[in-house]
């Protein structure tokens, strides 16, 4: 473990019981750990950490509150017009600071994360505490089988499309995005290092889609739209880069995401899709 973070993890130790194992990651703000429990040495769980600030993100809303889209009307396929969904920037709606800056991004992604519990598919959220070290720390499930990007990168120049392990994961993600959509949540972020798997069971091969990192996102009620541009550029929208769009990102994103995953490359000529 790099030595800036050794008062970190020590933090993280002192106060959840857990022993940081191993870095999987880190950035500017922050790092993830692959943690233990100390004392069975059984439970396994990504920490992400992140210094904390005096700004406190908003509640997400509750699913109670709101008179949600059913998931059948999503699935469906029902257009956005027929909702009244048109995209008139008449009712752009500006960011919150909590949606604005990476410094609370941390503590807004776990209350999506808890928000949106329910829904298979979504990294599990498992708990979240302050540290004594200013540190703000997220534990969610840890994916054992690494990513999707990962995967594509261990494929063949000239692979071809093994229906028997892409659709099922096109599929999964496409309804994990649309219950996501149904309760108002826009991840705006959907990417192959986003997307995340796990094995169903210990010792078997058969592994889940679970999409991850939902600091970017947003909540987006129905005729609303956002206007900043946010996201990786490879897989944004070309409305993202307008300032001018709704839930279909999302789906533009997933489509970018799908073509990579049948060809390996980009629906353009561009860098890498890394």
Not at 58 to 68: G, I
Not at 154 to 177: G, H, Q, V
Not at 231 to 237: D, V
Request: aromatic share 6%; net charge negative.
């Amino acid at each position: 473990m790099a030595p800036r973070h050794d008062a970190c993890c020590h933090a993280l130790e002192s106060h959840s019981g857990l022993e940081a194992v191993q870095e999987l990651g880190q950035g500017g703000q922050g790092l993830v750990l692959l943690c233990t429990d100390q004392e069975t040495n059984m439970q396994r769980v990504a920490c992400k950490t992140i210094r904390s600030h005096v700004i406190k993100p908003r509640p997400c809303p509750s699913p109670s509150s709101k008179k949600l889209r059913t998931v059948q009307q999503l699935d469906q396929g029902q257009d956005w017009t027929d909702h009244g969904h048109n995209l008139s920037c008449t009712r752009k709606r500006k960011l919150t600071a909590e949606e604005h800056f990476t410094d609370t991004q941390l503590r807004w992604e776990a209350q999506v994360l808890e928000y949106l519990s329910d829904i298979p598919g979504v990294l599990p959220l498992v708990a979240t505490f302050d540290g004594d070290d200013t540190c703000f720390h997220l534990l969610t499930a840890f994916c054992d089988a690494g990513d999707l990007l990962a995967k594509l990168d261990s494929r063949p120049p000239l692979f071809k499309l093994d229906d028997r392990e892409d659709a099922p994961i096109i599929a999964s993600l496409a309804r994990t995005i649309a219950r996501c959509h149904a309760r108002d949540i826009m991840h705006r972020d959907i990417k192959p290092g986003n997307i995340l798997f796990c094995h169903i069971m210990n010792g078997s091969d058969v592994q889940e889609a679970v999409l991850a990192d939902f600091g970017l996102a947003a909540t987006l009620a129905p005729g609303e739209t956002l206007c900043d541009c946010v996201g990786t550029p490879r897989y944004q929208a070309p409305e993202v880069i307008k300032g001018c769009y709704d839930h279909r990102a999302d789906i533009w994103s997933l489509g970018v995401v799908v073509h990579v995953l049948l060809t390996s490359t980009l629906p353009w000529h561009a860098l890498p899709p890394s």
